[in-house]
């Protein structure tokens, strides 16, 4: 149906910045919102920010003002660009989409996630 590829993960010291992509492919009808969300180690997935697809962007309260979300509607692309990244920011990134894959069906698909660690 529909498949997510996330890049940009990776290694980062406290206060630098990583730039996650994630393309969406396959039997794309229209997309309503894509997002990222994360988990760490013994805790549960979390909201990190979604974008709709009227524009609207929300943001967790934990990385608000150093997180952005962008879309790229034409290439079905969602980046997240971290700035400011702090220790608790380490997690599995996942890429979320909900879309319809039909003219009625629609479901939330997911990547296969990409680990961001923030270490000294």
């Known amino acids: 149906q529909v498949q997510l590829v996330e890049s940009g993960g990776g290694l980062v010291r406290p206060g630098e910045s990583l730039r996650l992509s994630c393309a969406a492919s396959?039997?794309?009808?229209?997309?309503?919102?894509m997002g990222w969300y994360r988990q760490a180690p013994g805790k549960q997935r979390e909201l990190v920010a979604t974008?709709?697809?009227?524009?609207?962007?929300d943001y967790a309260d934990s990385v608000k003002g150093r997180f952005t979300i962008s879309r790229d509607n034409a290439k079905n692309t969602v980046y997240l660009q971290m700035n400011s990244l702090k220790f608790e920011d380490t997690a599995v990134y996942y890429c979320?989409?909900?879309?319809?894959?039909?003219?009625?069906?629609?479901?939330?698909?997911w990547g296969q996630g990409t680990q961001v660690t923030v270490s000294s």
């Open positions: 974008h709709n697809s009227g524009g609207a962007r």
């Open positions: 396959g039997s794309i009808f229209s997309i309503v919102a």
């Open positions: 979320n989409c909900r879309a319809y894959y039909s003219y009625t069906e629609w479901d939330d698909f």
